[in-house]
C-alpha cells in the first residue's frame, strides 16, 4: 500500500541554523501539506502547496518558512533561521484532491525537530 | 471560518466496555469531517470520514462516528474496547464548498484513550 514517508525521523539542530524536512508524498497524489504538532498541543496546518506554488498558508508560515517540490517526488519545508519554538512534530501530508469523497489526507509518519 | 472542539482530553475506559470520545464542529459549509488515530511514535492513521453520503459511517478496527447536523457533532464510538485501540484520537474538519480552503484541514485537540485490562 503506498504511503508518505518522511526523513528524518528526528532532527536535533542549534538555535538559529537552517534545516530542510523532506518528504515523499503518495505518488499519484497532486496535493501537498505540511501540519505541526507542539508538544501537547493539536496539530496546526501550516501550508498547502498543488502545481509548484504554495495555494494556502497560515499565519505560522512566515518567512523564515518555506517549501519546495525539488523534483518529480519530494517535498521540502526549510526553516531558514530556527527558533526555539520550532520545535514540534511535523507531519507532511498528500492527497489527490481537495474536495468531494475520496481525496482524504494520508500523513507520513511525521520528523520531531527539536532546537537547541 | 472552521472549528472542532474535542470534549476530554483524556478518556480511560475497561476491556469490552464502550469508548465513546465526543467532536462537536462550527463550519460555515458544509463540513466534511474525519477521525485520525495516532499510535505512540507513529504518524496519523485515518480512522474514518464522513463525506455527506451517510450520517453513520464505518471505519476501521471497529470504529465508527454518526454525523448530527442538529446537534453539530461527530462523535466516535466503539462497542468493545481493546487494548491496541489506546492511542490518541484526532477529530478534524474540511471546509470543501465554495470555500478558500484548499483542503485544509482543522484538528481538535486530540483526545487520550486509555484501555484498562
Redesign the interface.
Known sequence: EPEVTQTPSHQVTQMGQEVILRCVPISNHLYFYWYRQILGQKVEFLVSFYNNEISEKSEIFDDQFSVERPDGSNFTLKIRSTKLEDSAMYFCASSRGTSGRGNEQFFGPGTRLTVL | AQSVTQLGSHVSVSEGALVLLRCNYSSSVPP?L?W?VQYPN?????LL?Y?S?ATLVKGINGFEAEFKKSETSFHLTKPSAHMSDAAEY?C?V?A??GG???????????TILTVHP
Open positions: 466534511y474525519f485520525y507513529q504518524g496519523l492513521q485515518l470520514k463525506t453520503a484526532f478534524a474540511r470543501d464548498a478558500t480552503s484548499y483542503g485544509k484541514l482543522t484538528f481538535g485537540q486530540g
